[in-house]
């Protein structure tokens, strides 16, 4: 696991993704709990970030539980927490997702946004898919997205510069990204300033490592973590069969 979500990167997270369509994603997993599920009511959101897939299930009238490592990120979560008046179906609590039990059970558990991807080893993967399933009872629904490594190797990493612009400042966030193939990996740089028009009010930097997998690897650590896969769709269209151009692909396993 490396050390990434640091103060100032989870400052501004929220912002850098402020284009992603969350409540999509959300409508999306919605409709596969209601597809694949078995009378859901509780979900475990391993991975919660700032909460931002957490808070739109919450309104869709479920009760979510979100584990984050970052305190950096749980601690906007926490923020976002404090300002929903009425809010009570929603928690969250800091944890590592390859060890974390709650001594509870849900109904599904999510790892959205990557999070799969974070755990590097093989021994990583696989604590952190039977940390869901030691929080699901048979049946239970596992919804989670990865990087698809046939469009990943057919693609390959670019340079990229996003720009993010609110009434007070700008946001310029350089990345860069280097494959390890015979690993699975892919390094990715980010370099982040912060600028009020011509002043530099913050910068920084941090290195994320990311894995990317393929079907059949899937189907084994899904198997070997006690889950039967249902569905792999490409993501976010996800009645769409994946493909060399799919960057993400969702998953959907059941808890057997």
């Known amino acids: 696991m490396n050390n990434v979500f640091g103060a100032e990167y989870a400052g501004i997270y929220n912002l850098l993704y402020s284009d992603k369509d969350y409540s999509g994603e959300c409508d999306l997993i919605g409709r596969l709990f209601h597809q694949y599920g078995n009378s859901i009511s509780s979900v475990l959101d391993l991975g919660c ?3 931002n897939h957490a808070f739109p299930i919450s309104r869709q009238g479920y009760e979510v539980v979100g584990v984050e490592r970052s305190e950096n990120m749980l601690a906007v979560a926490q923020q976002k927490l404090s300002r929903e008046h009425g809010e009570d179906r929603i928690g969250f609590r800091q944890g590592d997702i ?3 039990r709650l001594e509870r059970s849900f109904d599904s558990a999510l790892m959205m946004f990557a999070v799969l991807g974070y755990q590097i080893e093989n021994a990583d993967v696989l604590a952190a898919l039977r940390t869901a399933r030691a929080h699901l009872q048979p049946g239970g629904l596992l919804i989670f997205d990865v990087w698809y ?3 990943v190797l057919r693609e390959r990493p670019s340079d990229r510069i996003k720009i993010t612009c609110t009434e007070e400042e700008r946001v310029l966030r350089v990345a860069s990204g280097e494959l390890r193939v015979a690993q699975q990996l892919c390094t990715v740089r980010y370099h982040i300033l ?3 028009g011509e002043r530099l009010l913050a910068e920084t930097q941090e290195t994320h490592v990311m894995r990317f997998f ?4 899937l189907d084994l650590l899904l198997a070997s973590s006690a889950f039967t896969p249902i569905r792999v769709g ?5 009645d ?8 993400n692909i969702l998953v ?5």
């Open 252 to 256: 959907v396993a059941r808890a057997v």
């Open 49 to 51: 970030g700032t909460g």
């Open 214 to 217: 393929f079907p059949m690897e």
């Open 149 to 151: 490594g046939p469009a």
């Open 194 to 196: 912060r600028l009020a």
């Open 234 to 238: 490409a993501f976010p269209q996800f």
């Open 98 to 100: 390859r060890n974390i």
């Open 240 to 247: 769409r069969e994946p493909d060399e151009t799919t960057w």
